[in-house]
Nanobody, 117 residues
C-alpha cells in the first residue's frame, strides 16, 4: 500500500501562484510515476502533470509553461508549482502514485484549488 497526503490548495486570484505538495509513504519501490490530476465540477478527472522515478516529466497542454512538477526523493514528496493561474484551473487536485509493474494507482484525498477574483 501507498499513502499520499496532499497540501497547499486554496483560493487565489487570476494570475496568482500556488504550490501543491504530496508526501508519499508506504511501499514505494521499483519503477513508478507520481503526479497530479484534477477534476472540475461536471467534468472527468484529467491528467495535469507527472514525473517518473527516472525523472521524466509529462504535462497536459493546458498547463505547459505555467505549471512545474518536481520531486524531493529524500522526502518522497512531489510538488506542483502553479503560476499564472486561470479560473479554468479551478478544480480538486488529486495526487497520484502509479506503480508500473502492477499497473496500480493510488490516490490522495484531493485538495481544492479555486482561482477567482
Amino acid at each position: 500500500q501507498v499513502q499520499l497526503v496532499e497540501s497547499g490548495g486554496g483560493l487565489v486570484q487570476p494570475g496568482g501562484s500556488l504550490r501543491l505538495s504530496c508526501a508519499a509513504s508506504g511501499n514505494i519501490f521499483g519503477i513508478y510515476a507520481m503526479g497530479w490530476y484534477r477534476q472540475a465540477p461536471g467534468k472527468q478527472r484529467e491528467l495535469v502533470a507527472t514525473i517518473t522515478s527516472g525523472g521524466t516529466t509529462n504535462y497536459a497542454d493546458a498547463v505547459k509553461g505555467r505549471f512545474t512538477i518536481s520531486r524531493d526523493n529524500a522526502k518522497n514528496t512531489v510538488y506542483l508549482q502553479m503560476n499564472s493561474l486561470k479560473p479554468e484551473d479551478t478544480a480538486v487536485y488529486y495526487c497520484n502514485y502509479f506503480r508500473f509493474n502492477t499497473a496500480t494507482h493510488y490516490w490522495g484525498q484531493g485538495t481544492q484549488v479555486t482561482v477567482s477574483s
